[in-house]
């Protein structure tokens, strides 16, 4: 499928409104990454009211009541009695699970990675999502440095695929502020294995100057799963600043972005990621910013910096300095509200939220 025929489903999807992604989700109920839970996923502190979760079995007995369709959560160190408990909460709850894991270094980490993905498999995991490097910009000071880097993550995914072939899984390759989105599709085109394809992030490759909807449209035909999150942007000297919001409450167009996706593929999870945090400088006015970017077009900066500008929020919210009790609070009604958006204008299933606050009320 071109890029052209996905922008035009997704406007086609867009004009026709709620009802008409309403029908293609089916129903559906939105995912939640961990990192939803940034403060409260084995958090260091004491709270009676939001006590820190401390393994997956921990969380799901939580989001089940928000109306949480499946969690993605890391699955390292899990032991087969474990897997085994969550595979049961899983289908007590009606929920799926998803592993985040991390691909093989060398040949000499192959076998940790085969382990883990086969306890994964018994608590009934077959889709995964990998991230395989930071923010670029930060991480990398010569282009030289990068393209090593990118070597050596093309071949964890040469390593990770006749294992995920084998067992029967699929794997997501999330673009996680380190892959521009050609140079993702370029390795993925690479491989060309149905069982190693995208984790597409919403919002990530702003941070790269990339166009938000143009990287979701390139993405879609590899899509194995989705972090589905809207941001907020704010003019900053040294380029923009970057931050997660609630859906609604940013700049994304996450209506023709899910018809995107899902004209790709129907099957692929939609998880939210609500990261409740201080915003992310980008520091694309620095010379810095620019040594793994020697190709890279100065019409995406004047682009990107435009629809800073047009777009910007007069504030973006910040978490250092809050009370733990009060930052906890904020995190919990961030999702809430999420999963309450994705319902009234996403096509999302929320009827247990809607029932959970009925109970508060009273």
């Known amino acids: 499928m071109t890029r052209r025929h996905l922008l035009r489903a997704a406007t086609a999807a867009l004009a026709m409104g709620l009802p008409s992604l309403q029908s293609a989700l089916q129903g559906r109920r939105m995912g939640l990454v961990i990192h939803s839970y940034w403060k409260r996923w084995r958090g260091n502190y004491s709270s009676l009211k939001a006590a820190p979760f401390r393994n997956a079995l921990d969380v799901m007995d939580h989001v089940r009541s928000l109306g949480v369709g499946a969690l993605q959560i890391g699955v390292e160190d899990w032991t087969l009695d474990h897997a085994r408990q969550v595979r049961a909460s899983c289908e007590s709850y009606?929920?799926?699970?998803?592993?985040?894991?991390?691909l093989p270094a060398s040949?000499?980490?192959?076998?940790?990675?085969e382990r883990e993905l086969r306890t994964a498999r018994e608590a009934g995991a077959t889709i995964f999502r990998t991230a395989m490097g930071g923010r670029r910009y930060e991480?990398?000071?010569k282009r030289a440095d990068f393209e090593q880097w990118k070597a050596s993550a093309l071949r964890a995914m040469t390593l990770a695929e006749p294992i995920a072939?084998?067992?029967?899984?699929r794997i997501g390759v999330e673009n996680h502020k380190d892959w521009e989105t050609a140079e993702l599709v370029e390795a993925l085109r690479t491989l060309s294995s149905p069982h190693i394809g995208a984790c597409i992030d919403t919002g990530n490759s702003i941070a790269l100057?990339?166009?938000?909807?143009?990287?979701v449209t390139a993405l879609a035909p590899y899509v194995v799963t989705v972090h589905l999150k809207d941001m907020a942007v704010r003019a900053h000297e040294a380029g923009f600043q970057l931050a997660e919001v609630p859906l609604g409450q940013g700049v994304l167009d996450l209506p023709a972005m899910i018809a995107a996706i899902r004209t790709a593929n129907p099957q692929a999870g939609i998880h939210l990621e609500m990261i409740t945090r201080d915003p992310l400088d980008i520091p694309c006015l620095n010379e810095s910013y620019w040594a793994t970017f020697p190709g890279k077009p100065g019409a995406d900066l004047a682009r990107t910096l435009t629809w800073v500008r047009t777009r910007q929020s007069e504030k973006l919210p910040r978490t250092t300095g809050l009370p733990q009790e009060v930052a906890l609070e904020q995190e919990e009604a961030n999702i809430r509200n999420s999963l309450t958006h994705g319902g009234q204008h996403l096509g999302f299933d929320h009827l247990q939220l809607r029932k959970a606050d009925a109970g508060e009320e009273k």
Do not use: H, K
């Not at 072939?165 to 899984?169: D, I, N, T």
């Open 94 to 102: 009606n929920m799926a699970l998803e592993g985040s894991i991390r």
């Open 107 to 113: 040949e000499g980490d192959v076998g940790r990675f």
């Open 165 to 169: 072939r084998r067992l029967g899984v």
């Open 139 to 141: 991480v990398f000071t």
């Open 209 to 215: 100057l990339e166009d938000p909807l143009a990287v």
